[in-house]
C-alpha cells in the first residue's frame, strides 16, 4: 500500500518543506484531506505576521498548549524574528523540520506543528496520550515478587526496567516496523551479557520485516522466529517487568512494542516456559527443585495422557493392570463410542469451556468453567456416552495444563494433543511412540536464534541443567 513517501509522490508534493505559511497550510490540507480532527489555529503576532500551529484533536495536551506555546506568542510585545521563535516557546522538546515526510511523522506522532513564514516548521511535543495504570498482570499470577506488570505504552514499559536494573550497561535501540502503522519497536539488552552476534541477527531480522500494519507482539514475532511454521512458541511473551530483568541478565533480550502490554524474550528454550521469576522468592533451594520437576512432569501429563490411555484400552489392553482393567472394561460396558471417540468428544467439550471462559468477564468466565465442567462431565456419564475413567483422565489433562506459567505454551500442548490422539487411535502404541519421537526430532531441530530449543538436555550442559533445576545465574 506503500508508505508515506509514496503518498506523498502520488499528490505531486515535492519533498522540501515550503517556506510560505500560506503554502505550508494549503500543502497540510491536501496531504491531510478528509480529515476533520486535523485543527489549525492562526496566532497573530505583535508584528502583523501570524504563526499557524497544527494538531490532531485528543492528541495533545491543549493546556499545555494555551500556556506554553500561545500564550508566550501573544504575549511578547516584542516583534518576533524568525530565530526567535524557538527561544519564545515555553517547550524543551522542540526539532526544526525540513522535510514533508518529517512533518507528517511528527504530527502523526501527537506532536504539535508550528510554523511561520520564511522559516522551517518546529515540531513541538506535547503529547497527551492516555495510559492505563500500573496493575498485576492478569495472566502470570504469581504468589511471591513484584504486583505489577507491563501497559499499553512502550515508554513507561522502559521506564520500568530502568528502576529495576539501574545501570548504564542496559541499553535500548528503536526501530520503526510498519509502512502504515509505522509502530516503534525497542529492543532492550545487558551490554556484556547478550551475544552480540545475536544482536546483530535481530537486528537484521527485525530490518527486514515486511508489514503495513504491526498492530500487536505476536505479528512481530512471527516475523523472527527461525521456523514461524512450528507448532511451538519460540519467544517467551511476559507481562512481568521482573521476569524480563532476570532474562537480561541472563543475558538474552527482550523486545517492546508500542502499544502492547507484552515483552518478547529471546532466546529461550523449551523449559523456560515452566521456570516463572516468582520461583526464585522460594527460600529453600529443594522447593524450586520439586516445583520445577512438578511442572515438567505436569508437561508431559498433559501431552501424554489422553492417546496413552486410548491407545491402551483400545489396542493393548493385556497391558493394564488386570484388577484396572477390569474396572475399565466395566465401566464402558454401554457406552456406545470406542475409546478414541470419547477423548476427542471430552477433550472438544474441555477447549470449548476453555474458550468461553476466556472470553466472557472474569466473574461469569470462572463460573463457566467450574460448573460447566462438572455439569458436562456429570451429564456424559450419566447418559451413557463416556466412561467415568474418561472424565477422570480428560480432568487430569485439563489441570496438568494448566501448571505451565505460559499460556502460549499451553495453547502449543493442545495442538500437540490432538496430533497424539489421532495417531494413538490409528496405531496404538506404535504410533503414540512413532508421535513423540516426531515431537522429539521436531523441538530437537528447532534454533531459537542459534540456541537450541532442548537446551540444556541437548546438547547436554551439566551446569546450566543445576540452575534449571534450582534457579538461574546471571552471565554479568
Known amino acids: 500500500m506503500g508508505d508515506i513517501n509514496g503518498v506523498l509522490k502520488n499528490l505531486n508534493i515535492e519533498d522540501e518543506v515550503d517556506l510560505n505559511s500560506i503554502d505550508f497550510k494549503h500543502t497540510m490540507e491536501k496531504i491531510f484531506a478528509d480529515c476533520s480532527d486535523l485543527i489549525t489555529r492562526i496566532v497573530p503576532l505583535a508584528n502583523g505576521e501570524e504563526v499557524f500551529i497544527y494538531y490532531f484533536v485528543g492528541a495533545i495536551n491543549e493546556e499545555l498548549l494555551e500556556s506554553s506555546v500561545i500564550r508566550p506568542l501573544t504575549s511578547s510585545n516584542e516583534e518576533l524574528e524568525l530565530e526567535d521563535l524557538r527561544y519564545c516557546i515555553y517547550s524543551a522538546d522542540m526539532n526544526e523540520l525540513k522535510t514533508w515526510k518529517e512533518v507528517v511523522n511528527a504530527i502523526l506522532d501527537s506532536s504539535v506543528i508550528c510554523h511561520k513564514s520564511r522559516g522551517f516548521p518546529i515540531q513541538i ?56 502503522t509505522h509502530t516503534n519497536v525497542s529492543v532492550m539488552y545487558f551490554e556484556g551479557a547478550a551475544e552480540q552476534s545475536m544482536l546483530e541477527e535481530l537486528e537484521r531480522r527485525i530490518e527486514s520485516v515486511e508489514i503495513d500494519n504491526l498492530l500487536n507482539i505476536g505479528q512481530l514475532n512471527k516475523q523472527i522466529v527461525n521456523a514461524p511454521l512450528s507448532v511451538f512458541p519460540q519467544v517467551l511473551l511476559t507481562e512481568r517487568p521482573d521476569q524480563v530483568a532476570f532474562a537480561l541478565t541472563e543475558g538474552k533480550v527482550a523486545l517492546f512494542l508500542d502499544n502492547s502490554g507484552q515483552a518478547t524474550i529471546i532466546p529461550i528454550s523449551v523449559f523456560d516456559f515452566y521456570l516463572p521469576s516468582g520461583d526464585r522468592s522460594f527460600s529453600s533451594v529443594w522447593t524450586i527443585a520439586f516445583v520445577r520437576a512438578l511442572r ?118 493442545r495442538t500437540v494433543r490432538y496430533g497424539l490422539l489421532i495417531i494413538a487411535a490409528t496405531f ?30 541437548m546438547p547436554i550442559k551439566y551446569e546450566e541443567i543445576k540452575q534449571v533445576i534450582q534457579t538461574y545465574k546471571s552471565k554479568i
Not at 137 to 147: C, F, I, S
Not at 303 to 315: G, R
Not at 320 to 334: D, G, K, M, N
Not at 445 to 450: A, E, K, M, Q, R
Open 125 to 180: 511535543s506535547l503529547s497527551s496520550q492516555q495510559k492505563r495504570a500500573i496493575e498485576e498482570p492478569t495472566t502470570e499470577y504469581q504468589v511471591y515478587g513484584p504486583k505489577i506488570g507491563f501497559i499499553e505504552d512502550m515508554t513507561s514499559n522502559l521506564a520500568l526496567m530502568r528502576q529495576l536494573i539501574k545501570d548504564p550497561r542496559l541499553k535500548t535501540k528503536v526501530y520503526t516496523v510498519g509502512t502504515i
Open 296 to 413: 515438567l512432569f505436569c508437561m508431559i501429563i498433559a501431552t501424554a495422557i489422553p492417546a496413552l490411555y486410548v491407545a491402551l484400552v483400545a489396542f493393548h489392553p493385556e497391558l493394564i493392570p488386570q484388577t484396572l482393567a477390569f474396572a475399565i472394561a466395566e465401566s464402558r460396558t454401554q457406552i456406545p463410542f470406542p475409546a478414541a471417540a470419547e477423548a476427542f468428544m471430552m477433550m472438544l467439550a474441555l477447549d470449548i469451556l476453555v474458550e468461553a471462559s476466556i472470553r466472557l468477564p472474569s466473574f461469569v468466565g470462572q463460573t463457566i468453567g467450574i460448573v460447566g465442567g462438572l455439569i458436562i462431565g456429570t451429564a456424559a456419564v450419566e447418559a451413557g456416552l463416556v466412561s467415568s475413567l474418561m472424565v477422570i483422565v480428560i480432568a487430569l489433562t485439563a489441570i496438568a495444563s494448566f501448571v505451565s506459567p505460559s499460556w502460549d505454551f499451553v495453547a502449543s500442548l
Open 428 to 457: 496404538g502404541l506404535y504410533g503414540f511412540a512413532l508421535g513423540f519421537c516426531v515431537i522429539f526430532i521436531h523441538i530437537c531441530h528447532i534454533n531459537s536464534f542459534s540456541r537450541p530449543y532442548v537446551s540444556p538436555a
